[in-house]
């Protein structure tokens, strides 16, 4: 079992249609984040938690609603999306301070009808 | 605005030799440096972080970091088909208390038999 999972692996909506993309983390970790990866663009951060509590939100449009209910768990909504959102959506975690690195999970890849 | 840049490659070299994957960023500051590998369709892989100027070996990954120019390069020594893969290079905020990551477009590597 990985230390950072992602459900579900892939998903198709329509735009008109609401979904919610789940993180799970058991490393005990204090941070987590939810990042965007496009075709030939880096990878892009949208959201950061610490303890549950958003620390950082990346210019992300409205339709991306991010929610951290537990240290462990984080969910991204989604609602009224664009063909343009589709993408892979890595969800990350790491620990609270220091030089710590993140550790990703396998990633949702979202495709937008 | 933190940028990090790599040459996107494609990088192509024979099995046996030796891969040298660059990374250059902006934000001088920046203390924590990290290779990450990414397999096609697959999420992020940390391989290799480095946080003082100098060389780190770790089997057949040197990371060498110069701040300085700020510069971090990846060499991948006895390459192998199995290597073949994107490289990330990401770097860890100024001031940062948590993981956050700024990542590179990342360098494709193949290696061939």
């Known amino acids: 079992e990985t230390g950072v999972t992602q459900t579900p692996r892939h998903l198709v909506m329509g735009m008109t249609n609401k979904k919610s993309l789940k993180c799970e983390q058991h490393l005990g970790h204090n941070a987590m984040y939810w990042y965007k990866q496009s075709a030939k663009k880096p990878l892009e951060l949208m959201f950061v938690?610490?303890?549950?509590?958003?620390?950082e939100n990346n210019s992300v449009p409205s339709r991306f609603s991010p929610e951290c209910p537990n240290s462990s768990h984080l969910f991204l909504h989604l609602h009224t999306l664009q063909p343009e959102d589709s993408a892979l959506y890595l969800c990350a975690s790491s620990a609270r301070q220091g030089d710590t690195e993140a550790f990703f999970g396998q990633g949702t890849r979202l495709t937008v009808v | 605005q933190k940028e990090v840049e790599q040459n996107s490659g494609p990088l192509s070299v024979p099995e046996g030799a030796i891969a040298s994957l660059n990374c250059t960023y902006s934000d001088r500051g920046s203390q924590s440096f990290f290779w990450y590998r990414q397999y096609s369709g697959k999420s992020p892989e940390l391989i290799m972080s480095i946080y003082s100027n100098g060389d780190k070996e770790d089997g057949r990954f040197t990371a060498q970091l110069n701040k300085a120019s700020q510069y971090v390069s990846l060499l991948i020594r006895d390459s192998q088909p199995s290597d073949s893969a994107t490289y990330l290079c990401?770097?860890?905020?100024?001031?940062?208390?948590?993981?956050?990551?700024?990542f590179g477009r990342g360098t494709q590597l193949t290696v061939w038999p």
């Open positions: 990401a770097v860890k905020g100024r001031g940062s208390t948590l993981g956050r990551l700024y």
């Open positions: 938690y610490s303890l549950e509590e958003r620390v």
